[in-house]
């Protein structure tokens, strides 16, 4: 039979991790609450990372949401390109009509 994995809090995290930053051995810390340093080394990782948006919990994670800001950027700025080159290629086209009209 499989055990069900545990959940933990954004709560319990970040009080997990302010032991350890108050000088708590994360070994320590870990065996008290019955979980792998691994797990808490990997806490820690997220929370330099992400700071005060890590362990947003279920739904859209921070990744996530960084990823799509990433791409709506990247998006707006295309469309700036584009909307330079249309502006560009316009004004070429009036230079070449005005070459051969006069030419």
């Keep these: 039979m499989r055990k069900k994995r545990r959940r933990f809090s954004k ?3 970040l009080g997990l991790l302010h032991e350890i930053e108050m000088g708590k051995p994360v070994v320590r810390a870990a065996r008290e609450h019955e ?3 691994n797990l ?6 997220l929370y330099e990372k992400y700071g005060s948006d ?3 919990g279920n739904g859209l994670s ?3 949401e960084a990823e799509v800001a ?3 950027r990247k998006i707006g700025q295309l469309t700036m390109e584009i909307d330079l080159l ?3 290629l316009s004004r070429m086209e009036e230079l070449r ?3 051969n009209g006069s030419g």
């Excluded at 808490?40 to 990782?45: D, P, Q, S, T, V």
């Design 40 to 45: 808490i080394h990997k806490w820690l990782a």
């Design 35 to 37: 979980i792998h340093p």
């Design 11 to 13: 709560e319990f995290k």
């Design 97 to 99: 009509m005005k070459v």
């Design 62 to 64: 921070y990744k996530d």
């Design 86 to 88: 249309k502006k560009a």
């Design 70 to 72: 990433k791409l709506e």
């Design 54 to 56: 890590t362990f947003q």
